[in-house]
């Protein structure tokens, strides 16, 4: 069996940071996320 994925185009340095950018602001976001689930169910355990 022959693998045959499409190679990615090649980014451009503008490309490449615009991508890790996004992609520390989702990380940021989803870990705020975890912090607010686990600050709201440590008071629901609580109360």
Do not use: H, Q, W
Not at 5 to 23: A, I, N, Y
Not at 25 to 41: C, E, P
Request: charged letters at 25%.
């Amino acid at each position: 069996m022959t693998d045959n994925f499409p190679v990615p185009p090649k980014l451009s340095p503008e490309e490449e940071r615009v991508r890790r950018r996004r992609s520390m602001a989702i990380a940021i976001a989803l870990g705020a996320l975890v912090v607010i689930f686990y600050a709201v169910s440590m008071v629901k355990t609580i109360r």
